[in-house]
Structure formats: C-alpha cells, structure tokens
C-alpha cells in the first residue's frame, strides 16, 4: 500500500502548488514562472519526422490549425515556429491583433505589437505605433478543400486571435483562482471516495459510509465482510481510475498542465504509431500489431460465442449424441478462426506465401521444442474422427475412474466420483489400456463376490442373492441377474451375484445398495457371514513335559507350605 500513499503525496503536493500559482498575482505568476521566457518548455512538440504531411499549431495543449510542408520547410518546423511566435504574443502585454497582407497573391498573416516610446510621456505617430512580426504565409497545402488562400487566411485569423484571448484570460489571476479552487473541490471529492474504497475493503457499504459520513444511524452488524479476491481488485482498479481521472481533471485547468498532457500524449502516439519492422512490405507499427491482436482474440471469442449457439440452438435440437456434437462444434470452432485468421493477415497486406518461411520455422520448432503437444494434437484428431471415447462416456483410465466432460483436441477432462476434474492427455488415451463402459452400448455387467458359513443351505443363499437384485431399480431384468457358486473358500462356500445395469457410472452406490440388501435377507434367514478361521491340531502323544528339580522343590516347597498355612487357620 506504499505506492498509493506515495501518489497520493504526489498529487496532494501538486495541487497545492497549482493552488499557490493561482492565487499569485498575475504579472507575478508571469515573471515568477517566466512565460516569456519558456515558449520552448511549454511549447514542446514531437514533429522530428520531416515528410509528415500536415502537423498541428498547438497553444496550451488545444489544437488550433495545422500546417503543411512546404519544399525544404517541413510541416513540423512550420508548427513549432507559429506555436511559439502565438505563445509569444501571448505572454506580452503589448499585443494588438493579427493582421493579414496579400503579398504576390499570396496571403501572409503578421503579429501586430504596440511599439514602445522609448521616452516616457511622448506618443509616437500612428504610422511609427505598430511593429510586425512575420507569422507564416498560408499555402495550398494549408486551405481545406473548397477554400481559397485568401478565405482560409481569414478563418485562422479569427481562430489565432480567439485562441490568444482565450489563453490571455486563462492567465488571469481571477481565472487561476477559481481553477485553484475548483482544484481543491477535486481532490477533496477524490480523497472522499478514496476512504470510501478503503473502506469497503474491510467493510459492507453501509457500514462503510458510517465509517466516512458522521451523523448516519449505525447498525448493530460491525462484523467486516468477507470479499473476494476478485472484487479486491475491482476496488484497487476503481482507485486507479479515480487517481488518475483526478489528475487528468486538475492537469486540465491550467494552460501549462495541459500543454503537458499534450506533449505526453504527442510523445505516446509517436512510439506507438512508429514503424518497428516491416514484414511483406508493409509497416508495423505498436498501435498496428495490438489492433492486430485485438481483432484475433474478438474473432476467437465470437467464433466461440457462434459456435455454442450451434450447439445449444441446432446440434441439441437434432438429437445427436453428446459426442457427435462435440466433434461437430470443436471443427466448427478451430474452421472460424482458421478463416478468421486468413482474412485478417490478408487485409493488413500480408501475403500468405510470405509466411511460408515462418511455417517451415514452425515445423521445426514442433519437431523438437513442441513434440508432446503435436502428439496430443493428432491424437486428438484420432479420438475425434474414430469416437472411441466420447462426452459421456464412463472410463477408467491407469487408476482414474469417472466421466468424460469434455474432450478436446489436446486433452480430455475425466470428471471422477469424486467429482474432481483430472486432465488426461490424448496420447495417453491411444498409447495404453483405457476401460470404456460406454463404447458401442452402455450396459455393463456387475460382479458381487460373497461368501457364507460352511454348513449354510446353498439353495437359500442363492435365493436370497437373486431377491436382492430383483428388489432393485436400477438392475436389468434382461439380462437376468445370475448366482454362480465358484469354490470352496478356506472358511467360507464363495458365491458370485451377476447383475447388469445400464449406467455404468453408478455402479458403486449400486453395490453398495446391494450388499446392504442381502445382508438385511441373511440377517432375516439366519444365514451366516463366516470369519476366517483355522484348525490347529496338537499331538500330545510324544509330548514331554519336564520341569527341572530346584524348581519342583521350591514348588513342593510352596505348596507344603499354603497347606500348612490353611491348617493352621481352621484351628
């Protein structure tokens, strides 16, 4: 949380210092910050290339007109040298007007001064009061289609001298001081909603406005509430924008500010509209290559969007089986973007044959770098075209169980009984043994092992067993469930209940059902569970039992003893 403390020092820091500005005198403000004397600071432009086509005059950071190139006189040169000779004017108390003169039919637009005496208390004459600078001469390349020379000189005439009177009075103290206190209405109001995104951090927004605002009748509920991470963010976003919407406001009240943000904003276009590289013949530039990719990710997303219409609006109405929509709707799917992607590269200028060499490129960097992925890919492929394994589909895959939710063509996503998603690579589905309860037809055989007491009635047992699954839903009648008796078990007669269901994926809670059945029926028909158990036969025949002498005397001497003992007592 440094950072925002830092920037909101910055900014608090800042404005005082624009409000002490506005609050200055304005000849003061003009000779304690220089205007004169800094045309250059606060008239910086970025026109470094020569063969731009037109650049803008700016004053305080507003567009005025723009200017053209003429023969060795390029348009930026042109721009900066009028945006400094207004800026000029400006800064003079001695400034009259803009004048236009036809020279060669050609217009020319001057800067009229009031000359100064130098001797104080005479006037000079009127045809000696006026001094001329020389401005810029208007052109062609300067008129708007449908404009003459002369109409065009005029019309920026007008603008020149709205703009300078303009700039005058924004350099007024009456005019910084109300931008002074409009700046301090600003930041209060952002300093307010800041506390209040701090706040609802921690707390609800009732709560938090209690917290801000004296005075609002509090609720017994004090208890902070449990954000998310994600709505964290969103707050930390809203301060972000808050911060620098404030600084875009402030900057935009003062002419010098505002002059800032232009040349910031002059110097961002110029990087980003800058050619990086030329491919195909065609310039590149930052701004080109992220509209470039912005344009690829809307058509991902809208072939996407497309292609779940098709599947919730056409593919389900057709009745199809899961898996065939899902083939129908991945191809659809990757052909949209393939067509997308082509017409997209073909009207930036790019000529496919061009990427040829990129292609090869490719093959090689998959042959080496991306073997796992291309196996996967073209296994997916397999899975698609040959449906082995479906959406749907009940599998066991190594020691994963469950079913498929979605098959990709790199992977597919096993949802397990325990419903936790596994991803399981299409390779590993053609490269080993993968169990498919679903392939063809979905019913499945059910084995249930069971054992009983040695001496049961086997006729009963197997009664029992086939009562328990003929009570049951969700087992089949056709095929019937079967009992075979399988063997003679160490403690136990072992039989074997077959039943066949039609949903694989709930054979364990069938199971378990069962076994609760049929042990309710051998609780009722007395038949037994046995537990393991083993014989032991001892022969005693040849088994000597010998103690050595000292201990049968101290024995014979113990037992002397406890008799003597008890003969005593009875005395």
Known sequence: MWFKRIG???????????????????????????????????????????????????????????????????AGERANYISTEILAAINDNNYKQIAVEEQEQRPILYIVYNKRSELPGIDLPASNSEDRRYLFTVTGVDTLPGRSNRETALDLKQNIEQAIATAKKERSSAYLQRQGIITCVLLLIALILNRLFNQLQTYPLRRAIQRIIPGIRSTTNTQPS??????RLKLG???????????????????????????????????????????GGNEFSIINLLILIGLFIAAI??????????????LQATRMTRGSQEIISIITKYGLISLSTVVLLQAYGLNLSSLALIGSALGVGIGFGFQDIARNFASGIVLLFERSIQVGDFIQVGQHLGVVEEVRTRSIVLKTLDRIAIIVPNS??????????????????LHLPIGVAYGSDVVKVKSALLQAAEEHLEVLRNPQPQVFFTEFGDSSLNFELLVWTSDPSRQAPLKSDLYFRIEE???????????????????????????????????????????ANQYSNHK
């Open 428 to 445: 590993r589905l053609l490269s080993e043994e993968v169990i498919n309860w679903n392939h063809r037809k979905s019913v499945s055989r």
């Open 8 to 74: 909101k020092a910055v900014l608090i820091m800042l404005s005082v210092f624009l409000i002490v500005v506005s609050n200055l005198d304005s000849g003061l403000a003009q000779s304690r910050f220089n205007f004169p004397n800094t045309n250059q600071l606060e008239n910086l432009q970025f026109y470094s290339d020569p063969d731009i086509a037109k650049a803008p005059v700016v004053v305080d950071g507003r567009k005025i007109f723009s200017v053209g190139k003429i023969d060795t006189n390029p």
């Open 301 to 314: 997303i809208t072939s996407g969007y497309l292609t779940n219409l098709l599947r919730t609006n056409v």
């Open 226 to 231: 449990n954000l998310t991470t994600l709505f």
């Open 237 to 279: 976003f809203a301060q972000l924008i808050l911060w620098l919407g404030t600084i875009y406001l402030i900057f935009r009240l003062f002419p010098w500010t505002r002059n800032w943000l232009y040349v910031l904003y002059s110097l961002v276009a110029s990087t980003f509209n800058k050619s990086i590289f030329n491919f």
């Open 521 to 563: 029926i051998f609780r009722e028909q007395q038949i037994d569970v046995p537990f393991p158990q083993r014989d032991v036969n001892l022969k005693l025949d040849d088994f000597p039992v010998k103690l050595p002498q000292q201990l049968e005397a101290h024995l014979l001497y113990l037992l002397k003893g406890l008799i």
